[in-house]
């Protein structure tokens, strides 16, 4: 790799690090949210959650970011770039995070649920020390996947303006007409970046166990 492009790949590995940073806490607390609402909210209001799940999953993130970056400008509502970035592409992963999130919630027995309560519980406390514990390793390898996705969706905000990986790696592949070696290099960067997620993944699973048996013995 020539050295001069080490500048160009670092500043775009940055951009690219911060919206998948941030992009990750959206579809985490969203994920988590619109899960949760789907399993245990009454029906007006888990219809409308599944409405907006089925919008998000059903139309391209490519096409929901162009809507917030160039059409919301048109009726006076502009959201930077970057800002568009987190928001749409962390909704989008959250709307797909929320299935598996809700499938994980399904999955635990509600007498365990119904005991808690009887036992004097409030709702929150029965999901936060019974449900999630029991969820959470269900739902870890569903979203370690995601998680990959999202990384590799990060290449769309290039597109949108912001000079990540994939927009410097162009500007290089112009400048110099080296395709095939940028595209090597960006290509082995996004490898490395997805191995480095799938190996957080695979030690927050190992993991998650030993959290749920601290809460269970917390409640025992």
């Known amino acids: 790799m020539d050295p001069t492009w080490v500048a160009p790949f670092a500043s775009g590995l940055g951009i690219t690090l911060g919206v998948f940073a941030g992009a990750l806490v959206v579809a985490c607390v969203s994920g988590v949210l619109l899960g949760t609402i789907a399993t245990y909210a009454d029906t007006p209001l888990r219809l409308a959650c599944r409405a907006f799940v089925d919008v998000v999953r059903g139309t391209s993130a490519l096409v929901q970011l162009f809507w917030v970056v160039f059409a919301l400008p048109l009726i006076g509502l502009r959201i930077d770039p970057l800002s568009a970035a987190i928001l749409v592409l962390g909704l989008n992963s959250g709307a797909y995070a929320s299935e598996a999130v809700r499938g994980a919630l399904a999955a ?52 949108i303006g912001l000079a990540d990986l994939t927009f410097q790696a162009n500007a ?49």
């Open 108 to 159: 635990v027995p509600s007498g365990q649920r119904e005991a808690a309560v009887v036992l004097g519980l409030s709702p929150l406390q029965c999901w936060w020390r019974i449900t999630l514990p029991q969820a959470v390793p269900i739902i870890l390898p569903s979203a370690t996947n995601l998680a990959v996705e999202l990384l590799k969706n990060t290449s769309l905000v290039s597109l």
């Open 172 to 220: 290089l592949r112009a400048a110099t007409l080296a395709d095939s070696a940028v595209l090597v290099v960006l290509l082995l960067i996004y490898l490395v970046l997805a191995l480095g997620v799938v190996r957080v993944g695979r030690w927050a699973e190992q993991h998650a166990g030993r959290w749920r048996a601290r809460l269970i013995g917390q409640r025992a």
